[in-house]
C-alpha cells in the first residue's frame, strides 16, 4: 500500500482540446460547474501531499483548489510532456509516488483512486486503472519510475510503462473522459 501523504496528484491540464473545438473545454458546463473541476472535487478529500496541475491555455483557476500550477508551454510534445513536468514537481516535493489525473475525467471517485493506493506496493509500483479491456488514467507510479517518465515527448512510453502494471477494474463510466462536445453531451444525458 501506497500512502497518499507520500503521494503527489498530477492532474493533467493541459491538453489543446482540438477535437473539443474553439472553447475551453475545462470549463465548459458540466452537472452544475466546469467540467474541469469534477474531479479536482472528487478528490479533494484525499490527503495528497502535494496536488500539482500542469496547464496550457485554461482559464480553470486551479491555484484557487490548491492546486501548485506548473505550465506547459510545449503541448505539441504530447502527454508524455506533461508527465514529465507534473513528475519532476513531485521529484521535487520528495514524495514516493505520483498520482496522473485527467482534468477531462468528471466521474473518477476517490473510492477508486483508494484502490489504487492500496494496491501500489512500494517504488517499484505501477497501477492503472481500467474499463475491463485497456489500461488508462487514474495511473500511481511509484519513485522508481520517475526517471522513465521525464523528459519524455509523445504519448507511448507512459503508454508501454501502464501496460507494465497491475490494472484496477473502476465501476461501469468512470473513466470516461470528454474529447468532444458530443463525449459531454453523452454524459449529461446518461
Given at each position: 500500500m501506497?500512502?497518499a501523504e507520500d503521494?503527489a496528484?498530477?492532474?493533467?491540464a493541459?491538453?489543446?482540446?482540438?477535437?473539443f473545438?474553439?472553447?475551453?473545454k475545462l470549463?465548459a458546463?458540466f452537472d452544475?460547474?466546469?467540467l474541469?473541476?469534477?474531479?479536482v472535487?472528487?478528490?479533494a478529500s484525499?490527503?495528497?501531499?502535494i496536488?500539482?496541475a500542469v496547464?496550457?491555455?485554461?482559464?480553470?483557476d486551479?491555484?484557487?483548489?490548491?492546486?501548485?500550477?506548473?505550465?506547459n508551454?510545449?503541448?505539441?510534445?504530447?502527454?508524455?510532456?506533461?508527465?514529465g513536468?507534473?513528475?519532476?514537481?513531485?521529484?521535487?516535493?520528495?514524495?514516493?509516488a505520483?498520482l496522473?489525473?485527467?482534468?477531462d475525467?468528471?466521474r473518477?471517485?476517490?473510492?477508486?483512486?483508494?484502490?489504487l493506493?492500496?494496491?501500489?506496493?512500494?517504488?517499484?509500483?505501477?497501477v492503472?486503472?481500467?474499463?475491463g479491456?485497456?489500461?488508462?488514467p487514474p495511473?500511481?507510479?511509484g519513485?522508481?519510475?520517475?526517471?522513465?517518465?521525464?523528459?519524455r515527448?509523445?504519448?507511448?512510453?507512459?503508454?508501454?510503462?501502464?501496460?507494465?502494471g497491475?490494472s484496477i477494474i473502476?465501476a461501469?463510466?468512470e473513466?470516461a473522459d470528454v474529447?468532444?462536445?458530443e463525449d459531454?453531451?453523452r454524459l449529461t444525458?446518461a
Amino acid at each position: 500500500m501506497t500512502r497518499a501523504e507520500d503521494t503527489a496528484l498530477v492532474l493533467l491540464a493541459a491538453g489543446a482540446s482540438r477535437r473539443f473545438g474553439a472553447g475551453d473545454k475545462l470549463i465548459a458546463p458540466f452537472d452544475g460547474k466546469p467540467l474541469g473541476l469534477h474531479a479536482v472535487a472528487a478528490l479533494a478529500s484525499i490527503p495528497f501531499a502535494i496536488r500539482i496541475a500542469v496547464v496550457s491555455g485554461t482559464a480553470l483557476d486551479l491555484a484557487a483548489h490548491g492546486f501548485h500550477c506548473v505550465p506547459n508551454h510545449r503541448q505539441a510534445d504530447g502527454l508524455a510532456h506533461s508527465i514529465g513536468l507534473g513528475v519532476q514537481a513531485a521529484r521535487e516535493a520528495g514524495v514516493q509516488a505520483v498520482l496522473i489525473a485527467l482534468a477531462d475525467m468528471p466521474r473518477i471517485t476517490a473510492a477508486h483512486v483508494g484502490h489504487l493506493l492500496a494496491e501500489a506496493d512500494g517504488p517499484d509500483a505501477v497501477v492503472a486503472s481500467s474499463n475491463g479491456e485497456v489500461a488508462m488514467p487514474p495511473v500511481l507510479f511509484g519513485r522508481r519510475h520517475f526517471d522513465a517518465l521525464s523528459g519524455r515527448t509523445g504519448d507511448a512510453g507512459p503508454r508501454a510503462l501502464i501496460r507494465t502494471g497491475k490494472s484496477i477494474i473502476a465501476a461501469a463510466g468512470e473513466l470516461a473522459d470528454v474529447d468532444t462536445p458530443e463525449d459531454l453531451a453523452r454524459l449529461t444525458y446518461a
